[in-house]
C-alpha cells in the first residue's frame, strides 16, 4: 500500500499545479474501505511520494509542483540546463529521503513523551495552546497577519455550522437536514484544493497554454550520480535535515522556509558558495532534505496535541478521523499498536521512496509534459466521485462546488488557505476546550493567566501576534 | 490591482459577512444557555458566532485602516490580476461544473462524467481524437470501475435512467 501511495503521490507531485495536500484529499476516499493500518500508509505513501514529486518539475522546467520545492530551482534548473537533469532529481531524491527519515526517527522517540506532557493538560490548558497555535499559523502563514485571521475566522465560523455537540442545538443549517451534521472536511478540502485550482488555472489562460516544453537532458557519464558526490553533500543533508525537523515541529512555518532557510545556510558555510545559484549538488540537497524533514517534525504536535501544524497534517488529521483514530494523547492508549505500525511505515516509505524514485523518476520526468487541457478536466471528475462517496450524497457535490468558488478568491485574494482549513478543523475541539475551561475556572477566564501553561502559551501567542504586526507594518503589507 | 485595494475590499466583504452573521444569529442559533453555566455569566451556543462578528468587524476595520498607510504606488507584493477573458473562461468552466451535479441527477455518473469531460476537454482545448478518447471515455470508466466495482461505492444511477 505505502509502495502504491509513493507512486501515486510522486504521479501527482510530478504535475505542475497539482499538490500533495491535492492528491491525498482527492485519493482520501480510496482508502475509506481499507482498515488504518493499510489506509493511513497509503495515504503516508501518497504525502511522501507527493512532496517528493515536487522537486520533478522544479528541476525540469523551473516550476515547483510543490512549494517547499521552490528552493531547488535555484541550483536544480541550472543543472538540468547543463543537461545533468537525473543526476538532480537523484540527488534530490537521497536529500530527501535521507531528510525524511531522520525528522522520522525524532517523531519516533519524541511523540510518546510528548503526548504524556498532553495528558497532564487540561481544558484551560487545551485552550490557551489551541490559541498560540492559530495565532502562530495566522500570523506566520502567508504575508499578511489580517489575511491570516480573516482565513482563520472563516474556519471557526464554517466550523460552527451544524448541531452543536454540546448544547444539541442546531446552528446556520437554515432548515437543511444535510447541514445538520455541518460541512464535511473532505468535501471542504476538494473543494478548496482541487476545485479552485480549476478555476485558477482556466482564469489563467489554461486554454491557450497547451505547448510543449522540452526537456534538456543527456545521457552519460556526467548525469550519473556517483556515491562520492552524496558523501560530499552528507554535511549538508544532515544540517539540512536539522534545520527542517526544526521548522516542523513549530504549527505554521512549513516547508516552503525550511527549504530557503537551509539553502541559504548551506550557501553561507559552503566552502564554495560562488557555485551556488549555477548548478551546485549541494544547492539541490539543502532544500530537499530540509523540506523533507518537515514532514516528520510536523506530525509531532499533530500525534501528541491533535494540533496539525500545516495544510497537509491538517489533510492528514482528517484522514485520521475518517478512519476512526482521532489524534492527540488518547490515540496512543487507544490505538498504539496500529500508531507505532504507522510509523514504522513511514520510516520504511522512505527507504521504498528511495528504491522506487530511483529507477522512476526518469518515467515522471515525462509526466511534467502531460498537458493541463487534458488534466484538469480529469481531475474535476476525481474530485466530484471523490466528495460524493464521502456520504453518498450530492449535496456534498454542491458544497465542494461552493469552496472550490471561496478557495479560488482566497486565492486570487492571497488569503492564505492553512488558517481556515485547521480551524474548520479544529472549532468543534476549541469552542468545546472554550466552554470547558469556562465551567472549571468558574466564568473567569482570566484565571488562565493564573495557571503556568496557559498563562505562558497566552504570553507566546500575544508575542507572536505583536511580532507579525510589527512585521507586517514593517513590510508595509498588514 | 493594488494592496490598497484588496485590503479596501477584503475589509469591506469582511464587515459585510459580519453584518450577515449578526443579522441571522437570532434565528439561526439556541440564545439557551448550555448546560453547566447556568448558575455562572451565561454562555450560549452563539458564544463563537458572536466572536466571529466581532472578530470580522475588527479585521475589516483593521484591513481598511491599513489600506490608508499603503499608497498606490507602493509595490505589490502580489499579482492581483483579474482580467475580463481569464474572468469569462473562469465563469463559463464554474458553470459547467455547477451543472454537474445537477446532471448527475438526471442522467448518472458514468454518462454525466463523459458529457461533462467532453466539454470541458473541447472547451479547454484537446482537439486531437486520442487525447479526447483517453480524457473522455477511459477516465469514467475506469472511475466507475474503482469505485462501483471496487469500493462498492453506489454511484448515482439518474432519475432519468431509472
Known sequence: ?478 | MSDKSVNIYLGIFSIILSSIIYIFIPSQVSMEPIPGTEDLVKITPAAIPYICVTAFIVIGCLLIISSIFLNEETQSQHEYSFKADGLVRGLVTLLIVISYPFLLELLGYLLTTILILLVLNIYFGTRKLWQLALGVLILPIFITYIFRDLMYIPLPTGSVLN
Open chain 1, 1 to 478: 500500500m505505502i509502495c502504491g501511495g509513493i507512486i501515486l503521490g510522486m504521479l501527482v507531485g510530478s504535475l505542475p499545479g497539482l499538490t500533495a495536500t491535492m492528491a491525498i484529499a482527492i485519493l482520501i476516499p480510496l482508502s475509506f474501505n481499507l482498515p488504518p493500518l493499510l489506509g493511513i500508509p497509503f495515504l503516508v505513501g501518497i504525502f511522501k511520494g507527493g512532496l517528493y514529486g515536487g522537486a520533478i518539475p522544479a528541476i525540469l522546467i523551473s516550476t515547483p509542483g510543490t512549494g517547499g520545492a521552490a528552493a531547488t530551482i535555484f541550483d536544480g534548473y541550472p543543472m538540468a540546463q547543463q543537461g545533468k537533469a537525473n543526476k538532480a532529481i537523484r540527488m534530490s531524491l537521497v536529500a530527501s529521503s535521507v531528510g525524511d527519515t531522520l525528522s522520522d526517527m525524532v517523531l519516533f522517540v519524541f511523540m510518546v513523551p510528548l503526548a504524556m506532557v498532553a495528558l497532564f493538560f487540561g481544558s484551560p490548558e487545551y485552550f490557551a495552546l489551541f490559541v498560540f497555535s492559530l495565532v502562530l499559523i495566522a500570523g506566520v502563514t502567508g504575508e499578511s497577519v489580517l489575511k491570516g485571521l480573516l482565513s482563520a475566522f472563516l474556519g471557526l465560523i464554517v466550523s460552527a455550522i451544524g448541531i452543536d455537540s454540546v448544547s444539541g442545538s442546531s446552528r446556520f443549517i437554515f432548515g437543511s437536514i444535510n447541514l445538520a451534521s455541518g460541512i464535511t472536511f473532505m468535501t471542504m478540502l476538494i473543494g478548496l484544493f482541487a476545485i479552485s485550482e480549476i478555476l485558477v488555472q482556466a482564469e489563467g489562460g489554461l486554454i491557450k497554454n497547451t505547448k510543449k516544453i522540452k526537456v534538456q537532458s543527456e545521457s552519460g557519464e556526467k548525469d550519473k550520480l556517483s556515491w562520492a558526490e552524496i558523501w560530499g553533500v552528507r554535511r549538508v543533508i544532515f544540517q539540512s535535515s536539522a534545520i527542517g525537523t526544526f521548522i516542523g515541529i513549530i504549527p505554521g512555518l512549513g516547508a516552503p522556509i525550511a527549504a530557503f532557510l537551509a539553502y541559504s545556510f548551506a550557501k553561507r558555510t559552503s566552502k564554495t558558495p560562488e557555485a551556488f545559484g549555477k548548478g551546485h549538488l549541494e544547492g539541490v540537497a539543502a532544500p530537499e532534505a530540509a523540506n523533507s524533514a518537515v514532514n516528520g517534525a510536523n506530525f509531532l504536535p499533530l500525534f501528541a496535541f491533535g494540533i496539525p501544524g500545516d495544510i497537509i497534517t491538517a489533510v492528514m488529521l482528517g484522514a485520521f478521523i475518517v478512519h476512526g483514530m482521532r489524534p492527540g494523547p488518547e490515540l496512543f492508549e487507544n490505538h498504539a499498536a496500529t500508531m507505532y505500525a504507522i510509523i514504522w511505515g513511514m520510516v520504511f516509505s522512505n527507504f521504498f521512496l528511495l528504491v522506487l524514485g530511483w529507477f522512476l523518476s526518469k518515467y515522471y520526468a515525462k509526466i511534467v509534459l502531460i498537458p493541463k487541457n487534458i488534466l484538469f478536466p480529469s481531475i474535476i471528475a476525481i474530485a466530484v466521485v471523490g466528495s460524493y462517496s464521502v456520504n453518498n450524497n450530492l449535496f456534498d457535490v454542491k458544497i465542494m462546488i461552493v469552496f472550490g468558488v471561496i478557495g479560488f478568491l482566497m486565492k486570487k485574494f492571497h488569503v492564505p488557505l492553512a488558517p481556515m482549513i485547521i480551524t474548520a478543523l479544529l472549532g468543534r475541539s476549541i469552542e468545546n476546550s472554550l466552554i470547558q475551561s469556562y465551567i472549571v475556572l468558574d466564568g473567569n477566564l482570566l484565571q488562565l493567566f493564573q495557571r503556568p501553561i496557559s498563562a505562558v502559551l497566552l504570553l507566546l501567542a500575544f508575542i507572536t501576534i505583536v511580532f507579525s504586526f510589527i512585521q507586517s507594518i514593517k513590510k508595509r503589507n498588514l
